[in-house]
């Protein structure tokens, strides 16, 4: 069995450990455009703050790949899979690479903006350590930053940012932060305390062209104002990357449509992590959550079954733990499906120690959770959620079979 891996992302390298793991001979070759050696993407913002020096990215030791009996194919980028010959293309290699078992572990994209002056020196995304290598070398002469999202990855590069002296404006187009992960009401109380913390936070303001010579020294904004940065940070989400992936074969909505086994619609092809779509145990539909424990699960999934030992996962859950300007958040499952969807909403504010609480409840199941600070008990709902053990409030206290999970809102 010929093995093709198509990623050397977290997703990649557990599916390569699964698979090995089934089958101690089988060829496996894994392609990957980075070359770096596996590394833990989300510290790259540690990395920008000055908190982990670079050698601390890998995951993986240098000798990893013959370790494990892999061809690493690195620094270079499929531009094609012919689903019927199966083989997947990519420069150097004419014949392309073929294939019994393919996985499709690509990752995402920063989701690209609409502006002018995108050329211009010193805008940078914050996706790889490359990009973050390339940031570090701009930083001494960075005065002024300006962080385009309010999501994770702006927040992160904000921070990472003033930690290392620079001062930051941040544009949110939407109306509060975070409103990805949280309610309306954890973003504005997270927007309040940034403002009160001194962070330029600006928000329904986009960047619509950005101006200087040769390196950018400001920024249009939607609102009509100009403003002067000497560097620029797009955090504006993410998108699969399946540029190369045939639509008319393999069927994609927003990612790459995956089975319990992670399967796409075409046997024998598989996908994982950040580039597939699965069913979502909160939502009851298919969903894409790019995060790293999902890509850790999923891979490995995908490994074993490509290896031929049958795992089935139940669903994939958005779960999230952030750390902001000294702010703890948690997030797990649909924390703010619309009013239309009858769900139950049980909130608690405290505004003097600034902690919030929210849980929905879909009938006796809870399917969201959102914590601002104090937010201990933020495992024990992402469990539950996970789990979708029947449960029912009684008046504070949220009931399942056996247990009295006291207090979950104070
Ligand atoms: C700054 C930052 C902070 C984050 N923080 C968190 C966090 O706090 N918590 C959390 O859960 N998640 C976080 N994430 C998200 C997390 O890193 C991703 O969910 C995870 O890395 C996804 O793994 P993956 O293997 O699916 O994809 P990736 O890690 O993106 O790996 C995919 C690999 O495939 C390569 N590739 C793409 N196209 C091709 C091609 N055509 N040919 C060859 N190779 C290709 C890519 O270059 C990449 O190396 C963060 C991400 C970033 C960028």
Known sequence: MEYVIIGNGVAGIHAAEAIRRQDPAGPITLVGDETFLPYCRPMISMVLEGAVPMERLPIRGADYYE???????????????????RRVHLPGHPAGIPFDRLLIASGADPRPIKADGLDLEGIFYMRTEA????????????????????????????????????RVTQLIRSDYPLS????????????????????DVRVGVAATGFFGRGRVEGARLSDGSELGC????IGKGVLPALSFVPRDRIDIDLGILVDAHMETCVPGIYAAGDAAE????????????????????????AGMNMAGRPVALQGSLSRNVIRIFDMDIMTGGWVDPPDSEGFQVVR????????????????????????????????????????QA????????????GFNYRQLLN
């Open 278 to 301: 699965f069913f979502d145990i909160a939502r009851k539909t298919r969903w894409v959550n790019a995060i790293w424990p999902e890509a850790v699960i999923q891979g490995r999934t």
């Open 348 to 387: 608690r504010i405290d505004r003097r120690s600034g902690a919030y609480r929210k849980l929905v409840l879909d009938g006796d199941r809870l399917v969201g959770a959102v914590m601002v600070n104090h937010i201990e008990q933020g495992g024990l709902l992402i469990a539950l959620i996970q789990r």
């Open 390 to 401: 029947p449960l029912r409030m009684s008046g504070e206290k949220l009931i399942s079979t």
């Open 180 to 199: 990805m992960q949280v309610d309306r009401t954890a973003g504005e109380m997270i927007l309040a305390e940034l403002v009160r913390k001194g962070l």
């Open 67 to 85: 370790k494990l009996g892999i061809t690493p194919v690195l620094g270079r980028r499929v531009t094609s899979i012919d689903v019927d010959a």
């Open 131 to 166: 990009q973050v290598r390339a940031m570090l070398e701009t930083l001494p002469s960075v005065k002024n930053a300006l962080v385009l999202g309010g999501g994770l990855v702006g927040f992160k590069a904000a921070y990472g940012l003033v930690r290392r002296g620079v």
């Open 230 to 233: 000497d560097m620029v940070v």
